[in-house]
């Protein structure tokens, strides 16, 4: 028979074993849970929710007819539903192996990054130093040693696009706080 | 008698020395651009557009058309040199096209493409010019309820067939609809999810959406894909041998070339279908009434002529809902809707009647252009063969450069641009995560139309919704789309039971 101490000591450890299997469930689902799916349909819910309920800041109905409240409330009502379903779903299905087509997600990553910055830039800079500084640094990333290939390439695109777009078509591009063109 | 009157107005308006360099333009742009793996005709038709601004409605949407029907040519190269289709409606093309290639026939395939893509086009053009006035005619007589269901019928064909996933699919055509509800509300005035901003009062526009949907999108699913780092392996771009097809071949496809042509105007002209599900219907069926279908995919040439025939001839039949009914059947018509609203002109069952000179232009422009296509086809391969060696980490910044000069130029605005550019992260995940772009872009450029009509059905019903089922055409539509819903969840099944049990799916 067991003592007192010793029982207690087998209770905290039923406890921790406890403890350590409902870690281990979690860490298991929450690995199964979140996944690229997941995390995408659940970004796609809250903005659902987010629309329906500002959808019911507007009226319903307006004297008698549908006022502007009506079609952005089915849409969101919808929407929320249909993300919910796919929500569920997603978190109910297997999680992908890591075997099949090789991905570039840090590429990817690097590029939309990149992508960003130079939007951002568009408007700072000015287009055409945005242009020739955005295609310069990503093509000596990913186009690498060809530095003659590279330099003609970023000089001879922002030409092409101020010719296209500011000449032909008399649609001028910002020029941000640097002007180059007076 | 009037149709040929007015189509030979329309030749005399587009046989001039400037809309004849605009369509050439188009054409080659479109090839170039359906060239290209990951930029498709809908990227295509929205970067380009606003460099169209400056021209003449007529000229503008002789070259955008041009583009659209164009890349289906270009496509198909890279489909059969180097087996990556330049777009869905190619990938048909493919399974015995690049067979063909490797046993050193990419000549005769590339001619008999050519071949098809102009027998197809003209096909479906010839059908349009005859069918565009009927269904103008028919369209006259729909109400808000028939043209409240005939959206809903477009977008949920495209959401429902076309996507991987149904529930995926409604999600895309929902959001898209959330989209178009930013702006101002057209019965009240008031504001909605403008957050003060006077440039969200006119609305989110299309075109940035576009743009980053289908040209930011696919270049950031591109990189995801590794096509950066790969090359483009010469000896699939060699055309050894004879360039010609044999007499045989030619004579093997005759038939094929007709029942393609049919098969993918029929297809064409449900909104939603497209020149995709064409493609495929057209390639099952010439596979199912061959007499050695063991060929097929093996390089058999009607497999290559049939989805050919097939997606040109849909490119045409598109054009009969998107002209007489203003409903576009895809993201790259949806995107050409957007163009002719831009310019003033409602596509529609009044189109040939208030804009005879714009409608039948078109319908000119598009004999015109398939001549050149397949000129340009077949002559020009060398250069296309050079153009597509272009590698793809040298693309892939100039694209989103023109991408985001394109958004700017739109409307002078950064708003724009930052749209666009979020429109291109979401792309690129509803591309991977299995959403469907296309849809959201339809139901964007759908979605004023689909509310004002529902409103207005529900004002003459007095708020009953039983108008969409009790007028016959209404119920028709209805029952129609019910069809396509309940086939949907048909064939799925189908396809589920004959799947091992392995691989479910968990999202229907």
Not at chain 1, 21 to 43: L, N
Not at chain 2, 433 to 450: D, E
Not at chain 2, 470 to 498: D, E, H, M, N, Q
Request: hydrophobic residues 55%; glycine residues 12%; aromatic residues 10%.
């Amino acid at each position: 028979m067991r003592d007192r101490v010793t029982d207690r000591g087998y209770r905290i450890g039923d406890c921790l074993g406890f403890a350590g299997r409902a870690t281990k469930w979690c860490d298991r689902m929450g690995r199964r849970v979140v996944t690229a799916r997941t995390v995408f349909a659940g970004g796609l819910l809250l903005a659902a929710c987010w629309f329906t309920v500002d959808a019911f800041r507007y009226d319903f109905m307006v004297a008698g007819r549908p006022g502007p409240g009506f079609f952005p409330r089915l849409v969101g009502l919808g929407l929320v539903g249909a993300c919910l379903y796919v929500l569920v779903a997603e978190a109910g299905r297997p999680r992908p192996s890591d075997a099949g087509p090789v991905s570039h997600s840090a590429a990817t990553l690097g590029f939309a990054l990149g992508g960003g910055l130079f939007v951002m830039a568009f408007a700072w800079l000015g287009a055409w130093p945005a242009i020739f500084l955005y295609l310069l640094i990503t093509l000596s990333v990913l186009n690498r040693g060809r530095h003659g290939w590279n330099i003609g390439i970023s000089t001879a695109v922002p030409i092409l696009f101020f010719l296209l777009f500011d000449v032909w078509l008399n649609a001028p591009l910002p020029e941000g706080f640097i002007r180059l063109v007076p | 008698m009037e149709v040929l009157s007015n189509l030979a107005a329309g030749f005399a308006l587009v046989l001039t020395p400037a809309n004849l360099w605009y369509l050439l333009v188009g054409v080659t742009v479109g090839m170039v651009i359906g060239a290209f793996p990951g930029l498709g005709p809908t990227a295509g038709i929205a970067i380009l557009l606003p460099l169209t601004f400056a021209m003449d409605a007529i000229s503008a949407i002789v070259m955008l058309a041009g583009i659209y029907y164009a890349t289906m040519y270009g496509a198909t190269i890279t489909a059969i040199l180097i087996n990556t289709p330049g777009a869905s409606s190619v990938v048909a093309s493919t399974f015995d096209g690049y067979p063909l290639a490797q046993q050193g026939r990419a000549g005769p395939a590339l001619v008999m493409q050519a071949a098809a893509s102009f027998v197809g086009g003209t096909v479906g053009i010839v059908l349009l010019t005859v069918l565009a006035p009927v269904f103008s005619q028919v369209a006259r007589s729909f109400g808000p309820p028939e043209f409240f269901l005939i959206v809903m019928l477009g977008v949920l064909t495209l959401a429902v067939m076309i996507g991987e996933h149904r529930m995926k699919g409604l999600i895309s055509a929902l959001l898209g609809f959330a989209l178009a509800a930013v702006g101002l509300d057209i019965g009240t005035g008031q504001q909605r999810m403008t957050f003060g901003s006077p440039e969200l009062m006119g609305g989110i526009g299309f075109i940035p959406v576009a743009i980053g949907l289908f040209g930011v999108g696919e270049v950031l699913h591109a990189v995801q894909r590794g096509d950066h780092t790969r090359r483009v392996r010469p000896e699939g771009l060699l055309v050894r041998g004879t360039f010609w097809p044999s007499t045989r071949e030619w004579a093997e496809s005759r038939f094929t070339l007709a029942r393609g042509s049919v098969i993918g105007f029929l297809l064409g002209i449900v909104p939603g279908a497209g020149a995709t599900i064409a493609s495929f219907m057209a390639y099952a069926v010439e596979k199912a009434v061959s007499r050695n279908p063991d060929r097929f995919g093996k390089g058999a040439m009607p497999g290559l002529v049939a989805p050919e025939a097939a997606n040109n001839a849909a490119s045409s039949g598109a054009m009969i809902p998107l002209l007489s009914l203003g409903i576009p059947g895809s993201a790259s018509t949806a995107v050409l809707l957007g163009a002719f609203i831009m310019w003033g002109l409602r596509p529609g069952p009044l189109l040939l009647t208030e804009s005879p000179d714009f409608a039948w232009a078109l319908i000119a422009s598009m004999y015109v252009g398939n001549v050149i296509l397949v000129l340009l086809c077949v002559g020009a391969i060398p250069v296309f063969v050079a153009v597509i060696r272009v590698p793809f980490r040298i693309l892939a910044p100039v694209i989103l450069v023109l991408c985001t000069v394109g958004a700017y130029s739109v409307n002078g605005s950064m708003l724009d641009t930052g749209i666009m550019f979020a429109a291109g992260v979401l792309g690129f995940y509803m591309k991977q995560l299995g959403y469907s772009p296309a849809a959201l872009v339809v139901a964007l450029v759908l979605g004023p139309l689909a509310e004002n009509t529902l409103q207005q059905s529900l004002i003459i019903s007095d708020g009953s919704p039983l108008i969409f089922v009790t007028r016959p055409v209404s119920a028709a539509i209805t029952a129609f789309i019910v069809l396509i819903l309940l086939g949907s969840v048909v064939v799925r099944r189908a396809r589920v039971v004959r799947r091992p049990a392995t691989a479910p799916d968990a999202v229907r």
